[in-house]
């Protein structure tokens, strides 16, 4: 069954001052909601990692726009507390009668090695109602710990709570700003809450959300794993996106941030990395040409016969400039299988004529051999950089507090080990 199809169930609609009319009501999640949505959808909904390191800058088939219904007038808006728990509860139950939406190869397309995976085949198998209840279900057992945040149109007097917070708008929305994920139950666009985002979070937590967005972090805590959480949108979408957004707050500066976002970031410690060496040098970056993240390259047939992989794949690449960084972290390459493997890889990659650098995990936190370190990848790759002055210092500093900052909020569980 596809939760588009389902009809919406009639319900008086209150605005906070008696009865309008019966009228089937919406609830639109928006804001942290919204991205808490997103993100244990992106979970239940996980693809394989050979799909996420083969997939294009411009494959949109995994995103949810492409997959459900999508709209860009809020309609009939739920304002009131009880309406909106009562229609979350209603779109639990009727996700829990429906059948997963499956085509007949989903077997072989969710392989644990992935061989027989594509990106538009994962898309096509996406386990709707599975994956949107298991959303629904996080955003309703966080109503004890945090306010929801719906959209609702500017005028409506009811005033915010402690369980509920009312974002009001009369801005007219770009095309594809909610998606339609259950009956009744609309939810910001990734694209949309990138902008929402935009007016309460500092800059570099602005863009760990921008790269969470567009990236595959692992299910669990290990970096390595079979399945990875799906993409929900891209650089070029938030971008496109953010410039035909009008009125909305925060808009301005999620069009400068959605600029400097990267694809395909697999997981919280190559996103630090890429926005501390990627972003711009006047806002606390290093400024460095931007490379392709988790790019696959094929192996020649020497470094095939000496290692015996047939391809790699590298943190970040400068293809043209056959230059390759790879991260060093604790937890993905803590096994003697994975230390193995990632000699192999380095072999590999040398044979092959690549210019190759490894940063450690303490190399990361001692500032100063970091950015020595990535100012020489980018002269490996071609790249001058400018002048180090003592004011770019206390910048780059704050960008790395305010991301770290960002994960340790959203991702607590990953901090309370040692560091990366």
């Known amino acids: 069954m596809n939760v588009g199809s389902i009809d919406l169930i009639p319900r008086t609609l209150f605005h906070g001052r008696g009865t309008v009319s019966c009228l089937p009501m919406n609830v639109y999640l928006s804001h942290n909601t919204a991205l808490l949505f997103w993100r244990a959808w992106s979970a239940a909904a996980a693809i394989p990692l050979c799909v996420f390191h083969d997939l294009g800058v411009a494959d949109a088939s995994l995103f949810p726009a492409t997959l459900f219904p999508t709209s860009e007038v809020l309609r009939n808006e739920a304002v009131l507390s009880r309406d909106v728990r009562t229609i979350l509860e209603d779109a639990l139950q009727s996700l829990a009668g429906a059948d997963p939406v499956r085509p007949a190869d989903a077997g072989s397309v969710a392989s644990p090695d992935g061989s027989a995976a594509s990106a538009a085949a994962v898309g096509g198998m996406l386990p709707q109602t ?134 395909k970031s697999g997981s919280l410690m190559e996103t630090e990395v890429s926005i501390i060496a990627f972003s711009l040098f006047s806002q606390g970056g290093l400024g460095l040409r931007t490379p392709l993240l988790n790019e696959p390259v094929a192996l020649s047939d020497r470094a095939r016969t000496a290692t015996g992989l047939s391809r790699v794949v590298c943190d970040w690449l400068w293809a043209a400039e056959r230059v390759v960084l790879e991260y060093d972290g604790h937890d993905a390459h803590s096994s003697p299988q994975q230390r193995a493997h990632d000699a192999r890889k380095r072999d590999a990659l040398r044979i092959d004529g690549f210019d190759l650098a490894v940063l450690t995990s303490s190399q990361f936190h001692h500032v100063n051999q970091c950015t020595e370190l990535l100012r020489g990848v980018a002269r490996s790759a071609g790249q001058r950089s400018p002048a180090l002055k003592p004011e770019h210092l206390p910048r780059h500093l704050a960008l790395r507090e305010q991301v770290r900052k960002h994960h340790r909020a959203h991702f607590p569980s990953r901090f309370r080990r040692a560091r990366s």
Request: net charge positive.
């Open 130 to 263: 599975t994956a949107v209840a298991s959303a629904l279900k996080e955003v309703v057992l966080s109503r004890g710990a945090a306010p929801l945040h719906i959209m609702v149109a500017k005028g409506h007097g009811t005033r915010n709570s402690s369980d509920l917070i009312r974002q009001r708008s009369v801005a007219a929305f770009p095309r594809q700003a909610f998606i339609k994920a259950a009956p009744g139950v609309f939810v910001c666009s990734p694209e949309l809450v990138f902008v929402q985002m935009a007016s309460s979070l500092t800059r570099g937590g602005l863009l760990a959300v921008g790269y969470e967005l567009c990236g595959c972090y692992p299910l669990g805590e290990e970096r390595v794993g079979a399945l990875v959480r799906r993409p929900l949108s891209s650089p070029r979408r938030l971008t496109a996106f953010a410039a035909r957004a009008k009125g909305l707050a925060g808009v301005k500066v999620a069009r400068s941030a959605a600029k400097q976002v990267l694809a």
